[in-house]
């Protein structure tokens, strides 16, 4: 099929986006059900399907696979049924790991859990004072960790992850229930110092966290609702290839026009639970 001349334009305008293979650390859901409800996704009356979360979650395994990750795993523990969810599980840079400790008794194990994980894989674990829900709060982009609050993590955590990192630690807040997570908000595209790149939904915000995004990404890909209202920024990108909600067609079109290439995937059982793809990956940056 033929193109025009001002669609050969668009595409030769577009950046060229390199792929960085991640290392990353997941959870495989044979005990994932919802039976208690803590944040607005989740209904306990609702049947869930073990099942079909399983399979799922392994064609989101298989596709980190196949752009050639190096996926870890971490057994799942009965009565843990988020513990699928390993993006909450802690924060990785280096050979350090800061622990999580869980705002909700029903997840707090899951903290030691992850914990001793790292510690049998060789990572410097740093037990948090504060609560803080890991990665589903902190976003590494450049050479500035991006944390939010509101909901989870409190801003104490942020603190405590600046003397971790010895790093620039930027506070976002976060309004609206449903965005209870920063992951569940705004999804890093390209970390890499220089080139950094994201993309974010302004209502989950506060103003105050608005004018930051704004001034510090100016390139900022800004998603519509309908897009975040099926966890489409719950994304997970090595920098070419996004992997992203298979719904969240429009959040498609723009990575697209921005270079990337998305990769929809199916996670609707999970959804069921208040994650998507970038709540099943913990990044081990080492």
Same mark, same amino acid.
């Given at each position: 099929?033929?193109?025009?001349?001002?669609?050969?334009?668009?595409?030769?305008?577009?950046?060229?986006?390199?792929?960085?293979?991640?290392?990353?650390?997941?959870?495989?859901?044979?005990?994932?059900?919802?039976?208690?409800?803590?944040?607005?996704?989740?209904?306990?009356?609702?049947?869930?399907?073990?099942?079909?979360?399983?399979?799922?979650?392994?064609?989101?395994?298989?596709?980190?696979?196949?752009?050639?990750?190096?996926?870890?795993?971490?057994?799942?523990?009965?009565?843990?049924?988020?513990?699928?969810?390993?993006?909450?599980?802690?924060?990785?840079?280096?050979?350090?790991?800061?622990?999580?400790?869980?705002?909700?008794?029903?997840?707090?194990?899951?903290?030691?859990?992850?914990?001793?994980?790292?510690?049998?894989?060789?990572?410097?674990?740093?037990?948090?004072?504060?609560?803080?829900?890991?990665?589903?709060?902190?976003?590494?982009?450049?050479?500035?960790?991006?944390?939010?609050?509101?909901?989870?993590? $409190?801003?104490? $955590?942020?603190?405590?992850?600046?003397?971790?990192?010895?790093?620039?630690?930027?506070?976002?807040?976060?309004?609206?229930? $449903?965005?209870?997570?920063?992951?569940?908000?705004?999804?890093?595209?390209?970390?890499?110092?220089?080139?950094?790149?994201?993309?974010?939904?302004?209502?989950?915000?506060?103003?105050?966290?608005?004018?930051?995004?704004?001034?510090?990404?100016?390139?900022?890909?800004?998603?519509?609702?309908?897009?975040?209202?099926?966890?489409?920024?719950?994304?997970?990108?090595?920098?070419?290839?996004?992997?992203?909600?298979?719904?969240?067609?429009?959040?498609?079109?723009?990575?697209?026009?921005?270079?990337?290439?998305?990769?929809?995937?199916?996670?609707?059982?999970?959804?069921?639970?208040?994650?998507?793809?970038?709540?099943?990956?913990?990044?081990?940056?080492?």
């Amino acid at each position: 099929m033929s193109i025009t001349d001002e669609e050969a334009r668009a595409r030769s305008a577009r950046p060229v986006r390199t792929a960085r293979p991640r290392t990353v650390l997941m959870c495989r859901p044979e005990h994932f059900a919802v039976v208690y409800r803590i944040n607005p996704w989740m209904n306990p009356g609702l049947p869930t399907d073990t099942s079909l979360a399983v399979r799922q979650w392994e064609r989101l395994h298989g596709i980190y696979r196949d752009l050639g990750y190096d996926v870890h795993l971490i057994d799942p523990l009965e009565g843990l049924p988020d513990m699928v969810y390993a993006a909450n599980g802690g924060f990785v840079i280096g050979n350090v790991a800061y622990g999580a400790r869980f705002a909700y008794p029903e997840r707090r194990p899951e903290g030691p859990a992850y914990m001793d994980w790292f510690r049998a894989n060789g990572f410097e674990v740093v037990v948090p004072e504060a609560v803080n829900e890991g990665e589903g709060d902190f976003l590494l982009v450049g050479e500035t960790i991006l944390a939010g609050t509101g909901f989870r993590s $409190s801003d104490a $955590s942020h603190d405590e992850l600046a003397r971790v990192f010895g790093r620039e630690v930027l506070t976002l807040r976060l309004t609206d229930p $449903s965005f209870y997570h920063l992951d569940t908000a705004l999804a890093v595209l390209d970390p890499t110092p220089g080139h950094e790149h994201i993309a974010y939904l302004p209502s989950a915000f506060d103003e105050r966290s608005r004018e930051l995004l704004r001034e510090r990404f100016p390139d900022a890909i800004v998603v519509t609702e309908p897009d975040g209202a099926v966890l489409g920024l719950n994304a997970f990108s090595d920098g070419r290839n996004v992997v992203i909600a298979s719904r969240a067609e429009g959040f498609a079109d723009q990575l697209r026009d921005h270079g990337y290439t998305p990769i929809g995937v199916d996670l609707s059982e999970l959804l069921l639970g208040g994650g998507g793809v970038k709540c099943c990956t913990l990044e081990l940056r080492r």
